[in-house]
């Protein structure tokens, strides 16, 4: 089947302007994480949905980061006001329950 | 909280070879899983080999290996006969047991390059 895809695949935008990001997780994947890999870093954990239940938002960086999954499938992270600090590849991954994370391709932000 | 650290940023092997990437990680839990992931330029993660830390029989996945220290807190992978599609980053990483939400933790990733 079709693994975690994410749109765009790249965005620029400009300091100030807000960001929306998406992913499709893989079909009745329960689990779905959003990270955040800075250039020559590993990723780190933003947060966390079971369904669309978001259970863990600790690892966004500001209030300025948003995150929601409204019908438990497709999830959006949003970044508003966004600073040059928000520079880096966002990766989602989905997961079945206690099993693998499927990771998605990222989306790489550059904030001019 | 814990910690995961490879130490290695860089590292080369010759085709054909055996290369080994350390990790090590930091934690007061007893049960976890521990992760090695491979991220080719493309940047898609995937995972490489899964490691139970109850189990004590040490994880292989084909030419994938790992040698779990569960006391010195050591994780490190083994590549045997390495090719050059084996070039990539390779990141380690750590998920808690009792973590619903099944968060991983990743290291700063060793860079595996691959002469022909």
């Known amino acids: 089947g079709a693994g975690v895809s994410q749109s765009p695949r790249y965005k620029v935008a400009k300091r100030g302007q807000d960001v929306a990001l998406r992913c499709d997780p893989i079909?009745?994947?329960?689990?779905l994480f959003w990270y955040q890999q800075a250039l020559g870093q590993g990723p780190e954990f933003l947060t966390y949905f079971q369904n669309e239940a978001q259970l863990d938002k600790s690892g966004l960086p500001s209030d300025r980061f948003f995150a929601e999954r409204p019908e438990g499938s497709v999830s959006t992270l949003k970044i508003q006001r966004t600073q040059q600090e928000d520079s880096a590849v966002y990766l989602c991954?989905?997961?079945?329950?206690?099993?693998?994370?499927?990771f998605g391709p990222g989306t790489r932000l550059t904030v001019t | 909280a814990q910690t995961v650290t490879q130490s290695q940023p860089e590292m080369s092997v010759q085709e054909a070879e055996t290369v080994t990437l350390s990790c090590t990680y930091d934690?007061?839990?007893?049960?976890?899983?521990l992760f090695w992931y491979k991220q080719p330029p493309s940047r898609q993660m995937i995972l490489v080999i899964r490691?139970?830390?109850?189990?004590?029989q040490n994880a292989t996945e084909n030419r994938f290996s790992v040698n779990f220290q569960k006391a010195a807190k050591s994780f490190s992978l083994k590549i045997s006969d390495s090719q050059l599609g084996d070039a990539a980053m390779y990141f380690c990483a750590y998920r808690s047991w009792y973590n619903q939400g099944g968060k991983l933790i990743f290291g700063q990733g060793t860079e595996l390059s691959v002469k022909p």
């Open positions: 490691q139970e830390a109850y189990k004590q």
């Open positions: 934690t007061s839990e007893s049960d976890y899983y």
């Open positions: 991954a989905s997961s079945s329950g206690a099993h693998e994370q499927y």
């Open positions: 079909s009745g994947h329960v689990s």
